[in-house]
């Protein structure tokens, strides 16, 4: 049986304490903004103008996502695989919502709002490092911010040593993609991917 009416969805659960209510907050505040400092990776979510949907990991040092003086997001882009998903449903539809974690840490940051891709230099001058000049920064206009509840990372373990996943128990990713592609190429291996890799990390 699908759930398919708000009626019935709402009719399984509880209805949401005042203080999950409570927490949305519609610009971010000192806690929003040390997480951020804090963190090193995020997932991006996006959506086209067709409703195909994408979820995109972005990593960087801790604080790599910067707060502008306006209280704005700013994420820098580092180098991909090129195919720009994020960036083309960021154009088309103008939308994002960005879910932050802080290793250690089993709460996470969720953050929703509008976005542009900025190549203005006073973005880029903020977000640039050391290692990388960004050649945009995905620009977040903040709509709705919230720190979620730990359990789904407590539930997961994600990050005790004893639920980690030894590498080997998957294939390497050469060999999983030219399974999926067909290709008769000499398979990669994960040595040879992690050196080709170094000069966009």
Same mark, same amino acid.
């Given at each position: 049986?699908?759930?398919?009416?708000?009626?019935?969805?709402?009719?399984?659960?509880?209805?949401?304490?005042?203080?999950?209510?409570?927490?949305?907050?519609?610009?971010? $505040? +000192?806690?929003?903004?040390?997480?951020?400092?804090?963190? &090193?990776?995020?997932?991006?979510?996006? !959506? =086209?103008? $067709? +409703?195909?949907?994408?979820?995109?990991?972005?990593?960087? &040092?801790?604080?790599?996502?910067?707060? !502008? =003086?306006?209280?704005?997001?700013?994420?820098?882009?580092a180098p991909g695989n090129n195919r720009l998903d994020s960036m083309q449903n960021i154009i088309e539809q103008g939308q994002v919502g960005v879910l932050f974690f802080v290793p250690g840490v089993d709460e996470t940051l969720r953050v929703n709002g509008t976005a542009v891709l900025s190549a203005a230099p006073e973005d880029i001058s903020v977000c640039h490092s050391e290692r990388r000049v960004p050649k945009l920064v995905i620009k977040v206009r903040v709509r709705e911010a919230y720190l979620h509840c730990a359990k789904a990372l407590m539930r997961s373990e994600l990050w005790q040593p004893s639920a980690h996943v030894d590498r080997s128990a998957l294939p390497t990713m050469g060999q999983m993609i030219s399974d999926q592609t067909g290709s008769a190429a000499p398979t990669e291996t994960q040595e040879a991917m992690r050196r080709r890799y170094a000069p966009d990390l």
């Open positions: 049986m699908n759930i398919s009416t708000l009626e019935h969805l709402r009719s399984l659960y509880a209805q949401p304490g005042e203080r999950a209510i409570r927490k949305q907050l519609s610009a971010l $505040d +000192g806690h929003c903004r040390r997480f951020i400092e804090l963190s &090193p990776f995020l997932v991006l979510a996006t !959506s =086209s103008a $067709d +409703g195909r949907l994408d979820a995109s990991p972005r990593g960087g &040092p801790p604080g790599f996502a910067k707060v !502008s =003086s306006c209280g704005q997001l700013l994420i820098p882009d």
